[in-house]
């Protein structure tokens, strides 16, 4: 009976897909089953376009092969009608080459409605004509579109790699719970009033990481799981409320083994979801990144590295360089020929809000050999060739300056640099640059708090050699065991090797404002756990929407969610969240204040 | 630099796991990690096993071969230290031929204690003298014995063949959202207060069935999911707050389908997993199943059927049998020889208020012929031996009987014959019958709420042919096309196929007593989706805990689970849930009334 083993598609409502008959399959008596993309009907004859998940076949009927009633049926045909036909494949009087299918088409004996459609509220087409509130309403029309399909298709195959790979290291997939414990630190919770625990909440998790740390205490030794995840934000483009993750973890590791393990996992998915063969990834400090690209999250497709020039520049009567902390650039190969116009235009983009700049300065190589800036009233066309130099810019380049405090103009000077690699063509989508970004600080002192927050997570491990910064107070210096996966200028992915150690993780603690008895509420099943037998373990999270973005070339991570919500947090499909019974709020024990 | 790709294990913290040295590695130096199960110290040698996931392996330290100060270290090891040894692979002097490494032992030249350990509350052994509630606080440490571990290790192997059976069949893993909106049919919702929405409230799924349907409207003809549910219900052993289903959902497809393809999933997993052949699944409709075993999932590992004998035992002045609407029995083979004492307990048994019986009475065919029974003042043995001539008793057996209402007593005699059926020893743990119960009722009158209620669920399609009895208004007698499949008296898995009509979906709204506002507002999307081309669906969810607890021979889901929750709802390891704080429900515009 389990005729699935002989085809995968034979089942009692069709023999075939729409995607898979061919010239081969002439003379076949076969019944698809479809959705009606297009209809062409010249009155004796009727031209049905069928799609399904796997392709288009295009069903042929004529009025002298056909009853008046079958032809009648078939004139009543409109988009998106659901039509089960059986016929003959024939071989195609005209033959389309860009179809798949498009050697044949099925000479129709028998055509039967199964479901009519109302005309869709936008053409279910590669290139739609529905806008992006309009397709998130009818997102169930919306999946039927092509691309958006092969999204999620694509989606689906990165995480079967991903299992593939994992599995393969003995990796065990488990599932932490979702109902856990509210704890402060971090992002907002989303949370949930416990019926049978009245006044009592359970909190959506924002990561599993501390049940991912219990299961190497546990001597699970290799954890993954894909997982997911809720961060109460307020909400971008590329954020979700509900978010999904590759959640790793490893035991009786060094940094280096988590980074050999997962640049494995990066090259595999390249590999077999986009056929790359991706290179070996660099390693970059964080230190380094920020000197050279003002970023965590470099996208080194391309060089334009940043290039000081404090000593350069000084001393020659420009005020605004002398007084800076920093005066940096970066040198645009070939954009010389830039017009005054052109530069005016970069000069406001980079003093918008969104930027900050003060101002711009430029330095052109002409092709001609002379070299022009907007500060030759205090330079010398020597003191410019020095400072082009130290760029090694080559004549028909074009230098590049910001000038000020030393964090905020690294920031602007990488909008800037991303913008130029952008107009210059440097960032093409089909081209993949990967590496790791190391030695990130453990610590970062966050004004408005007046307080020391912990960069990644509050169980990063310090670097042994930088324990002395601690009894030197000297909190900023002390480097963590954490590291990033960056992919294009993404941060695809981040970890840590954790503390083990009890003693080390109070300490942390209490870096980070907590009291013993704040530390104890929230994590003393943690510290507890350490007490006995926890063994050196680390791991990392990717984040796996926007990883399938990266893969599928797109900016934004909602075309890669199946029902994403909108930047209120709402699904306007189910229309939720709603309001909800007041039975069920007495119930929980809770009351609205609104 | 990818040493990973050499030996899994291979990291610069050790070299081998503790369960993989065989005498063929005999004079290598390995090092090897792991936590310590068991000393054994003579002062001149200690002799330490080393356990990891993977295995123990021994580990040797003799004062004539090493410095007094390893030895000291040794001598302070304790179990669960988690520890690192280097050393040389030797032959042991007694082998073990219990242990895989038993054959090896580690002559230690180096030994670093990565973690000490506090004494573990309970042994950390396969069987343990921890209590559940100890074991539950202490998970990490219970996730460290083998049984425990191991059962979760079938999970990811019975996940994984999900997967990969599904997988080459087409179906799409596709993630559904997990903040969704409110439906009151069915168990209650647990909620989540939402901030940027005040005042309104998203919920968790109870499953994914609305959506599943929707990507069939969409056209991804094959779906599915292992995906986490949630149901706010008082708790019993084998009840979870958030508890995982392996989601399916197929298009253009009947009944025959669905059972077809999943018969295959779980004869693949049973061959997978277990390496057993399972046989063809036989299938039995819902009637039947009343009638003959008094419940929707017998187990048919033993045969025992029910028997009805009205007609047989009518007529004969017993007035409880005249009077009753049913009287209904079962076979236990070879139990004539029951002592009184026994047959008193066995009723006992049954009139206990779990059960409810008003009494029991038997028949005993003795093996020297004769026939006795405890209504032989009403009955001759002429009358016995035709009543025991309906069972196909023989010489030996005893004949169980019950009556009173047919519902009820069908329930009765149903856990009456599971309890027989284990006194004899035929529901071992090792065999597995699995089948398809059919043909379930679409509706169930529910007294207390004096309406109908969707037996499985409100998506449920009829058959076509039960329609005459909507006109008719007699909606009990209305079949589903909605199935079970059973393994072991276990239901896990049902499903259904849907309606995909507008209007019947409509109709089968207001059976249910939904007015059309209440319908739209809960359902509104999905009776929309209907009305842009819908196609025939169908499918089912396996209760994915359950089908491990299956798997691993075990009763309680909750050994299957890594972090599982106790009877009122609590993670007692993590202490959730909890209160938050009053800064927190501000935001979310909500108050506790406790």
Not at 88 to 109: C, F, H, L, Q, Y
Not at 167 to 176: A, G, Y
Not at 336 to 362: C, F, H, M, N, S
Request: a negative charge; hydrophobic letters at 40%; proline letters at 4%.
């Amino acid at each position: 009976m389990a005729f699935i083993f002989k085809n995968v598609f034979f089942t009692m409502l069709r023999t075939h897909t729409c995607g898979e008959l061919r010239i081969a399959d002439r003379d076949t008596t076969v019944t698809l089953c479809g959705w009606v993309q297009k209809v062409r009907d010249v009155g004796a004859m009727v031209w049905v376009d069928l799609r399904d998940r796997y392709g288009i076949t295009q069903l042929m009927l004529e009025e002298k092969n056909v009853s008046k009633e079958l032809l009648a049926l078939a004139h009543s045909l409109n988009r998106e009608f659901v039509v089960k036909a059986t016929g003959v494949v024939i071989e195609r009087v005209s033959k389309n080459a860009k179809m798949p299918t498009g050697d044949i088409e099925i000479k129709v004996a028998d055509l039967e409605i199964l479901n009519p459609a109302k005309l869709p509220p936008f053409l279910i087409e590669d290139e739609t004509d529905g806008g992006d509130e309009l397709r998130m309403k009818y997102r169930y029309l919306d999946l039927r579109r092509n691309p958006v399909r092969a999204n999620l298709e694509l989606r689906h195959k990165v995480a079967r790699e991903t299992r593939n790979y994992l599995d393969s290291l003995n990796f065990i997939e488990v599932e932490t719970p979702v109902l856990i414990k509210s704890t402060p630190e971090g992002a907002r919770d989303f949370v949930v009033p416990s019926r049978m625990n009245p006044g009592e909440f359970y909190a959506l998790p924002q990561s599993p990481q501390t049940f991912k740390q219990l299961l190497m205490v546990s001597g699970f030794d290799r954890y993954y799981q894909i997982v997911k995840c809720f961060r109460d934000e307020d909400l971008r483009a590329d954020r979700q409320p509900e978010f999904t993750q590759i959640d790793c973890e490893m035991s009786f590791v060094t940094q280096e083994d988590i980074l050999n393990t997962f640049e494995g996992l990066a090259r595999h998915l390249f590999r077999t979801v986009k056929g790359i063969e991706l290179p070996e990834l660099t390693r970059m400090t964080y230190d380094h990144a920020m000197k050279y690209y003002g970023s965590d999250k470099p996208d080194i497709r391309f060089e334009m590295k940043f290039v000081e020039v404090n000593e350069e520049t000084k001393g020659k009567g420009f005020p605004v360089f002398d007084g800076a902390e920093l005066v940096v650039g970066i040198c645009a190969e070939g954009t010389a020929t830039y017009t005054r116009k052109q530069i005016d235009e970069l000069t406001e983009w980079v003093k918008r809000p969104q930027i900050g700049a003060k101002g711009l300065v430029y330095i052109k190589l002409d092709a001609d050999g002379s070299i022009k800036s907007s500060v030759d009233k205090f330079y010398s066309p020597e003191d410019l060739r020095a400072i082009a130099a130290k760029f090694n810019a080559k004549a028909g380049d074009m230098i590049l300056l910001l000038c000020g405090e030393t964090d905020k103009v690294r920031k602007q000077l990488n909008e800037l640099r991303l913008e130029m690699g952008s107009r210059l063509g440097l960032r093409s989508k089909d081209k993949y640059a990967a590496h790791w970004v190391i030695d990130f600080p453990l610590l970062e002192y966050i004004e408005e708090e007046g307080r020391w927050f912990a960069m990644h997570h509050p169980f990063t491990s310090p670097k042994p050699d930088d324990l002395k910064y601690v009894a030197q107070g000297e909190f900023g210096k002390i480097r963590a065991n954490a590291y990033d996966m960056v992919i294009n200028g993404v941060e695809v992915g981040g970890g840590s090797i954790r503390i083990h150690d009890k003693t080390l993780q109070a300490k942390m603690f209490e870096l980070l404002g907590f009291t013993d008895e704040e530390a104890k509420h929230q994590f003393g099943f943690l510290m507890e756990a350490f007490e006995y037998g926890a063994p050196p373990h680390g791991g990392l999270a990717f984040g796996f929407d926007r990883l399938c973005s990266l893969f599928g070339g797109a900016d934004s991570i909602r075309d890669f969610i199946a029902f994403p919500k909108n930047n209120s947090g709402r699904d306007v499909m189910i229309d939720a969240p709603s309001t909800i019974d007041a039975k069920q709020k007495k119930e929980l024990n809770i009351a609205t204040t609104v």
